[in-house]
């Protein structure tokens, strides 16, 4: 099965950054997705890493160590617009896509 | 392109009623997906199809919950019946297949209420 585990609530202001941490305890591992949902919406795809190392796409980064089964999502110059929920999603050797609770980024001006 | 397709957006029935659910996934896309997502968590899976086959159903209350992908395109996902605690976002997604790591796309999801 998989357990993923990232905060429930972060807090930050316009314009800083915030880092969202994931950690995944698997029984296999062909990558780690993360989406963003804003209330009310479907989960939209924001990054995928299936290798060690950082993934860069504009304000937004995903770091994956495999070795340690971490993860995290870097947001960059914060927007109000960046308010949303932030699930972090495993591709396991079955091949189901699972999800982890999510934590929910509340921007402040 | 057009995304995945779902209905209704929303429902409201009575507990021990029955209701279904339609998606119509990205054209071409093998791999279909069921969520639950009950509100403030993550999506929990209910069912996963490659074409029209079922390649997960773990998680899928069977003797309550039923969802088939006749043809391997369209697909439904029934409840009968209906308790208090399905209230939840039924979301559906799609991605191109399931094997080689693609995203998944998701659909606006059906918000039910059961009363």
């Known amino acids: 099965g998989q357990n993923i585990d990232q905060p429930t609530e972060m807090t930050a202001t316009e314009g800083a950054i915030v880092q969202i941490n994931c950690t995944y305890q698997?029984?296999?591992?062909?990558?780690l997705f993360w989406y963003q949902q804003h209330a009310g919406e479907a989960p939209t795809f924001l990054s995928y890493?299936?290798?060690?190392g950082l993934e860069e796409k504009g304000r937004f980064s995903s770091f994956l160590s495999r070795s340690k089964g971490y993860s995290y999502l870097l947001l960059k110059e914060l927007q109000m617009k960046d308010s949303a929920s932030y699930l972090c999603?495993?591709?396991?050797?079955?091949?189901?896509?699972?999800f982890g609770a999510g934590t929910t980024v509340t921007v402040r001006a | 392109e057009a995304g995945v397709a779902q209905s209704p957006r929303y429902k409201i029935i009575e507990k021990r009623q029955s209701v279904a659910f339609w998606c119509n996934p990205i054209?071409?896309?093998?791999?279909l997906y069921w969520y639950q997502q009950i509100l403030g968590q993550g999506p929990k899976l209910l069912i996963q199809?490659?074409?029209?086959?079922?390649?997960?159903d773990s998680q899928l209350p069977k003797d309550r919950f039923s969802a088939e992908r006749l043809k391997g395109v369209d697909s439904t996902l029934k409840i009968q019946p209906a308790k208090l605690e399905d209230s939840a976002v039924y979301l559906c997604?799609?991605?191109?297949?399931?094997?080689?790591?693609?995203?998944?796309?998701f659909g606006q999801g059906t918000r039910l209420t059961v009363v």
């Open positions: 997604a799609s991605s191109l297949d399931g094997a080689s790591n693609t995203e998944a796309f």
């Open positions: 698997t029984s296999g591992f062909n990558g």
């Open positions: 890493n299936v290798l060690d």
């Open positions: 999603a495993v591709f396991g050797n079955d091949y189901k896509l699972s």
């Open positions: 054209s071409g896309h093998a791999t």
């Open positions: 199809f490659q074409n029209n086959g079922v390649v997960d």
